[in-house]
């Protein structure tokens, strides 16, 4: 039935190969570089859309596919295979749904770069690894999908090679997600070898893993240690505390890959890993409430960073990095299914407003390019007033921008509300999970239409030679904006709670994924709460007015008395330096971790290999150099010294011989 | 009576007459002639032994022993012709070409 699902991958990396070797001596022309590449990705996105509307009518849930054996080795047995269930199937449509109109995009926003086929490659590859990632039926092809991302991440971030700032900030972003990702294979292992050696079941697979999950025991240390090590390779990847630092800095890499790599898929792979874990993860209530209390941190932490950032792509980083918060505290908590379902919406309308912010920035550069100024086309002290000029650019930023603060009846709200219900009402979850996320709602709100506002409203400060020279992006673009922004704002009808009369169809399309470990380890809403409608509604009701609340400080601030930031700036200078330079993490975590590493490495390339190593290896040669000097010298050449020896010899193994 | 002692001090004494020519002369030719003498005075062993302890295989080992004798001599002679023709000269000081 689902006979193809293969070719779901496979589509991209033909698409990169094609690209990859042919990109730069054959096919050269930009457009079928760029048809080729978001084909690729649509035609996946069309096979996903059949398979999954498949599945809906499709009694039974789980589907696996073997496509071979890959290593047989005694009791360890891995096989390429694809796992198809709905939590895959929804991961499906949005890496492939919300990666082609990114592709699409792309094909107008990187005209006229020298690197366009390599673009197009790598941004295949990426997608191709992604799929494997959320299709992979066991861990290894999950971690060969994980370390994948990684890469393309890395020689995305790094794309315009001839930058500095890019480079370094490609091998930040690689370095600290190795650090988790050693986490997540220790995590691979300890499961695997405790598993195993304790209860015989030696797998990797999902499915079994789910199933023989229990085994570990509710609350063991084993299950414990290994969640805590998965955990730490989601806080790699996906951007967390204490491994957050390195996503504003990949801000320096195309705005596209932002959108598609760093807002709507590869940082989600944590939350999806936990997600295809729950089993795991639900035995271990220590786990899960570090899962929500670093959720939370990471929430408000990178929100209050949001709050002083002028350069509009860090705003939007920093925003990822508070959604991701958001998206943690939910598996924190056990609310698996409103994780997922704010990972959909957020890549509806984060990749809407990286989208938007591209293509302010593609407008921007073109117009201070033509008037031979050097300004910084992504600072918004820059900008204001581009809504005119840039009317579909705004609205769809606009529509996303209102979503994301919660506003009642788009997208996040509905996401967002279930988390923060969840938060509380969970018995997993405890009221100041729920406080720091509200909290950190209302704050959400605020920079975002902080960014709004300086970006879009008020008077034009772009530089007056420059100002007329701003127009709207080309259709290729804006047209990907357009349904960015419809599903933006309509994304989050699938998921009505039933409190306000829906059906929360997503709720129910993922029961077969989490419901199990939900019922055997009681995650759900308190019974006292169940029927407190009232309740639900309070906190709903307090999240609305946090959101309208921030939106309104920064109306006040932004749009009425637009000197008010500059005075506060001026009243608070440590405080407001303290939050523009992001804490001072980077600096600590020089001071504490990069410099420490860094000398031991120096010592160990300067003290111990250069000195001790070489040392041995030089020296053991110059002894025998020194020896075969000496010796060399009973090499006289001359017959009768050895014929003398040899006589000599003869005659001594005689004696010996003799007297023996 | 001339006793297998007696063949045996000769052997030995033509024996080491042949590893002193080979210690002292220069020319390749000399030296030659002296391996050949200390190879005879082997072969007087074995003959000699051979008759003493009435077994044949002393005799046998002559035969090979000569045979090798004149083999070696050959290529020993070729090799001087060879290095002649180089340096012009068979004097054994003059090969040293490969000493360090």
């Not at chain 1, 890019?166 to 997600?177: E, L, M």
């Not at chain 1, 570090?290 to 960073?305: E, N």
């Not at chain 1, 100024?373 to 529509?399: C, E, W």
């Not at chain 1, 409203?457 to 030679?465: D, I, L, M, P, S």
Request: charged share 10%; aromatic share 14%.
């Amino acid at each position: 039935m689902y006979d193809y699902l293969w070719l779901i991958p496979i589509m991209p990396l033909i698409g990169c190969i094609i690209n990859g070797l042919l990109g730069k001596k054959f096919i050269k022309n930009e457009k079928v570089i760029g048809v080729i590449a978001t084909g690729a990705v649509f035609m996946s996105f069309l096979l996903s859309v059949k398979y999954f509307f498949q599945l809906l009518g499709d009694p039974v849930k789980t589907h696996e596919q073997v496509v071979m054996s890959w290593i047989s080795v005694g009791n360890l047995q891995i096989d390429w295979g694809f796992l198809f269930d709905p939590l895959s199937a929804l991961m499906l449509l949005v890496v492939t749904g919300v990666g082609s109109l990114i592709h699409l995009y792309s094909i107008g926003y990187m005209h006229g770069d020298p690197g366009y086929y390599r673009f197009f490659s790598y941004m295949n590859l990426f997608v191709f690894a992604m799929l494997m990632l959320v299709t992979g039926n066991n861990a290894l092809v999950m971690f060969i999908g994980w370390e994948g991302v990684g890469l393309c991440s890395y020689l995305l971030i790094g794309f315009y090679i001839d930058k500095k700032s890019a480079g370094d900030a490609a091998k930040k972003a690689f370095v600290v997600n190795r650090i988790g990702d050693f986490g997540f294979l220790l995590g691979l292992f300890l499961v695997f070898w405790t598993l195993g050696s304790e209860h015989g079941v030696w797998t990797l697979n999902f499915v079994e893993l789910a199933e023989h999950g229990h085994l570990l025991g509710f609350g063991g240390t084993a299950v414990t240690i290994a969640t805590l090590c998965f955990f730490l390779g989601a806080t790699g990847k996906s951007a967390q505390i204490p491994l957050y630092t390195w996503l504003p800095d990949a801000m320096e890499g195309p705005t596209p890959v932002s959108a598609l790599i760093h807002a709507a898929t590869m940082v989600t792979a944590g939350v999806y890993m936990i997600g295809r874990m729950n089993v795991l993860f639900a035995m271990s209530p220590t786990t899960m409430m570090t899962v929500a209390i670093i959720g939370a941190l990471t929430a408000i932490f990178a929100a209050s960073i949001g709050f002083a950032q002028n350069d509009i792509k860090r705003v939007l980083a920093y925003s990822t990095v508070s959604q991701l918060g958001y998206m943690f505290i939910a598996m924190g908590v056990g609310a698996f299914t409103a994780g997922i379902f704010h990972l959909m919406t957020h890549a509806f309308f984060k990749a809407c407003l990286f989208l938007c912010s591209g293509s302010v920035i593609h407008a921007m550069h073109h117009a201070l390019h033509h008037a031979h100024l050097d300004d910084d086309a992504q600072d918004m002290r820059n900008m204001g007033g581009l809504r005119k000029k840039m009317p579909i650019t705004f609205i769809t930023f606009a529509i996303s921008c209102v979503a994301i603060a919660g506003v009642p009846g788009l997208s996040a709200f509905f996401s967002k509300d279930e988390i923060l219900w969840w938060a509380f009402g969970s018995t997993r979850g405890s009221w100041y999970v729920w406080a720091i996320g509200a909290i950190a709602a209302g704050m959400t709100a605020f920079y975002m239409f902080r960014c709004l506002y300086m970006t879009f409203f008020g008077k034009q400060k772009t530089n007056a030679k420059a100002k007329d020279h701003i127009h709207e992006s080309p259709l290729s673009m804006t047209i990907p904006l357009m349904v960015l922004g419809f599903l933006a704002l309509v994304g989050g009808y699938i998921g009505i709670p039933a409190v306000l009369g829906g059906a929360n169809h997503i709720h129910h399309f993922l029961e077969p994924v989490f419901g199990h470990a939900q019922e055997a380890y009681h995650i759900g809403i308190k019974e006292t709460l169940h029927h407190s409608h009232a309740l639900e509604y309070g906190l709903m009701a307090v999240s609305i007015g946090v959101g309208f609340f921030g939106i309104l400080v920064a109306t006040f601030m932004y749009m009425m008395n637009p000197d008010l930031p500059g005075k506060f700036t001026k009243a608070f200078p440590k405080f407001h330096r303290a939050v523009f330079n992001k804490w001072y993490v980077d600096e600590i975590y020089d001071a504490l971790v990069v410099n420490p590493t860094k000398s031991f490495g120096t010592f160990c390339w300067k003290g111990f290999d250069v000195k001790v190593i070489d040392g041995i290896v030089n020296g053991l040669a110059k002894l025998i150099g020194l020896i075969s000097a000496g010796l060399r010298h009973t090499q006289t050449g001359l017959f009768h010294n050895y014929a003398l020896a040899m006589v000599f010899g003869m005659v001594v193994m005689v004696a010996i011989f003799v007297l023996r | 009576m001339i006793s297998v002692y007696h063949y045996m001090t000769v052997a030995a004494i033509l024996f080491t007459i042949g590893t002193y020519g080979v210690l002292t002369r220069r020319n390749a030719i000399v030296i030659f002639m002296s391996i050949e003498l200390m190879l005879n005075s082997v072969n007087l062993t074995f003959i000699a032994m051979s008759r003493h302890l009435n077994n044949m295989d002393g005799q046998i080992f002559v035969f090979f022993v000569m045979t090798v004798a004149a083999a070696e001599a050959a290529v020993g002679l070729g090799l001087m012709i060879a290095f002649y023709r180089n340096r012009e000269s068979i004097d054994v000081e003059d090969i040293n070409l490969l000493k360090w």
